[in-house]
């Protein structure tokens, strides 16, 4: 079920993933004892206090916290020691998240607007790991040996990872409801932005709802290299497996953005002896295949009473995963998505990127955005379709509107 309603709403998150060696180095498969972790995100809404949402959800034995404090950045690892707050649970500032669970802490008094970088930091007395994570998280990471949760200026922190351990979210109180998630693979993820800049779709999404007046939560739950339809240990439990979790578990949550499936058909035209391993099963996918599973997610969104806002896939002409048998199944997928009528609203980002992306937008292997991008896909959307319009256009408990909403952003020389 749905955590709406619940009083809180999500202001970040994050899409959990099991251990393992992923795209880049990461301290997931780790035991260590005695060790500080640091972390930064950014919030898309504000509120008058925070909990912090930790994530044991892939851990196979208790994961013993021995203190956990937020507090406001000041710039890589340092925070402003005045606005340090310990975060407790049922009370205590020690406690124990049990394998495979997630954890609320309890409110913490700390406001926060808007945009603003918090810092989580997590110490782990006793040996930990392996460690629920998030592997491309695009924000530094930071470790210290022994215990530093209200350091300030962040020196003893000297170990860096570009992915994100042990946080799932933070909620904020007295927020606006109806968040959006936007729900995806690696280009929801934001694979080729700039690290530390938060440049990713979602975030450039949430400041344009922003500068209209219309702010709402834009969480990203994208994975790199996820699919609709094929499980991976390393690249996370298909789309329609993980939604519950990852989607209706949220609070605060009103719509959907799909953007999945051009994984599904891309990893299919691999084979065993691949230079990308991690990319692993090489299951083959149809069309036919990656539809249905798109059905499933609209089905569970509507039983959760979600809106569900699908996105025709990407252009990757040009890319390792283009072929004429991909690059069929990609127009029998758009082609679904964008007429048959059954998502809420659709924006067709596919079309509005062109055939092929641009070179500005391109980050160099003709799949994922660089920021411009990124930044073009965000100024995409027509931004009507983001919150519900079923009281002018139908009733969205049903067969979906059909809307089809985006802006064309491409090159119109090729």
Not at 337 to 361: C, F, N, Q, T
Not at 366 to 383: N, Q, T
Request: net charge negative; hydrophobic share 40%; glycine share 12%.
């Amino acid at each position: 079920m749905s955590a709406r309603g619940s009083g809180w709403a999500t202001a970040w998150t994050t899409a959990p993933q099991r251990p393992g060696d992923g795209f880049v180095p990461n301290w997931s498969q780790e035991r260590r004892a005695e060790v500080t972790l640091r972390q930064t995100v950014r919030v898309s809404i504000g509120g008058d206090a925070l909990r912090i949402r930790l994530t044991h959800r892939y851990g196979t034995a208790p994961l013993r916290v021995a203190g956990l404090t937020v507090a406001a950045c000041a710039g890589g690892a340092g925070v402003k020691p005045d606005t340090v707050r310990v975060a407790t649970v049922d009370g205590s500032p020690t406690f124990t998240v049990p394998a495979g669970q997630d954890m609320a802490t309890d409110h913490v008094p700390f406001p926060v607007a808007a945009f603003d970088q918090v810092t989580v930091t997590l110490y782990l007395a006793e040996p930990s790991g392996p460690l629920t994570y998030h592997a491309q998280a695009l924000a530094t990471a930071y470790r210290a040996a022994g215990e530093h949760l209200a350091d300030g200026d962040g020196a003893a922190f000297t170990e860096e990872s570009l992915s994100s351990y042990c946080l799932g979210g933070i909620e904020a109180a007295g927020a606006p409801g109806d968040g959006i998630v936007v729900f995806g693979d690696s280009l929801t993820d934001g694979t080729g932005s700039t690290p530390d800049t938060d440049r990713r779709f979602p975030d450039l999404l949430a400041r344009r709802l922003a500068a209209v007046g219309r702010p709402h939560a834009v969480l990203n739950q994208g994975i790199g290299g996820n699919r609709v339809t094929v499980d991976s240990d390393r690249l996370g439990e298909r789309a329609t497996a993980r939604f519950p979790h990852d989607v209706l578990a949220l609070s605060g949550v009103g719509t959907v953005l799909v953007l999945a499936g051009i994984n599904d058909i891309a990893i299919s035209e691999l084979a065993e002896d691949s230079p990308f391993p991690v990319l692993a099963p090489y299951t083959p996918v149809s069309a036919e295949q990656v539809v249905a599973g798109h059905r499933e997610l609209i089905r569970q969104a509507r039983g959760a009473g979600i809106r569900a806002v699908g996105a025709t896939l990407l252009p990757m002409r040009g890319s390792a995963f283009s072929t004429p048998r991909s690059e069929i199944k990609r127009g029998e997928i758009n082609a679904w998505i964008r007429d048959s009528g059954e998502y809420d609203a659709v924006v067709d980002l596919g079309r509005a990127m062109g055939h092929a992306l641009d070179p500005v937008h391109d980050s160099g292997d003709h799949l994922h955005l660089s920021d411009a991008g990124y930044r073009a896909l965000a100024e995409a959307v027509d931004l009507s379709a983001l919150w519900p319009i079923s009281r002018a256009f139908g009733d969205f408990s049903g067969r979906g509107a059909g809307i089809i909403v985006a802006r064309d952003v491409s090159s119109r020389l090729r």
